[in-house]
């Protein structure tokens, strides 16, 4: 489990087991995020990393284990409510409304706000200043990346603790990746934890402070994202074959 940094993990995931009615795709995971901080997933194609995001954020129920945010047992919890406990999840697809200006996009991720909503919108302007000179842009007019930026932000628009993120750079140019962790970067700083998988696992390892390696839906290894990327097994079976 990762090392705390004295007021423990803001989110605590124990024996997690879930999968989509038939045999579980993920069995017994454990994991800590940890606030201010990026937590990173690794692994190859099928270990059960997107499954494990998504029995977190309340899109499919768990069938064993434990989710705490803050210390509060949510497992099991709606999305919906998730939300309000402060837990923001960016799919890696359909997230966002193509139809929609960027300002609608942005107003519609306040939902569950109940004040404040145009002055939330002002502030991640501020953070990503692209989207603010495209505000009144239909989000299906935004290249790649900028929908990856305003996804990013309809996540912010809750003012989560914890913001879980489903491959945010996939298929994007090298250029919009780099921009990508920049504010993913920037988003932790805030004191934000960030949850993220990702399929370039060197890029991923560089940035995270803590990372877990799933194998087959289960723990496998655990360590500083440095340590991981100076890892011989992690080197040979995983960095080499998915960056």
């Keep these: 489990m990762s090392p705390t940094n004295g007021e423990g993990p803001i989110l605590a995931v124990r024996g997690l087991t879930a999968g989509y009615g038939g045999p579980p795709v993920i069995n017994g995971i454990s994991i800590a995020v940890n606030r201010a901080a990026i937590t990173a997933i690794v692994g190859p194609n099928g270990a059960g990393k997107s499954t494990l995001l998504k ?34 999840y960016v ?33 991640l302007f501020g953070l990503f200043g692209d989207l603010k000179v495209s505000s009144h842009r239909r989000a299906n007019t935004l290249s790649g990346g900028q929908r990856t930026m305003l996804a990013l932000a309809r996540g912010l628009m809750v003012d989560p603790v914890v913001l879980i993120l489903d491959e945010p750079s996939a298929g994007l140019a090298p250029k919009f ?15 934000v934890a960030i949850l993220v998988i990702e399929q370039n696992t060197r890029e991923t390892l560089r940035h995270a402070q803590w ?33």
């Design 177 to 191: 990746q780099g921009l990508i962790w920049e504010r993913i970067e920037e988003i932790k700083a805030t004191g």
């Design 211 to 243: 990372a877990y390696v799933l194998v087959l839906g289960q723990n496998r290894l655990e360590g500083t994202g440095a340590d991981l990327l100076q890892d011989d097994e992690v080197i040979n079976l995983y960095v080499g074959r998915l960056s």
């Design 91 to 123: 799919p890696q697809v359909a997230n966002v409304f193509p139809e929609l200006t960027v300002r609608e996009n942005l107003e519609m991720g306040g939902y569950s706000r109940r004040s404040g909503v145009r002055d939330r919108v002002e502030q």
């Design 55 to 88: 029995a977190i954020a309340g899109l499919i129920r768990p069938t064993a284990g434990t989710v705490s945010v803050q210390g509060v047992d949510v497992t099991g919890q709606p999305a919906e409510k998730l939300v309000r406990r402060g837990l923001a």
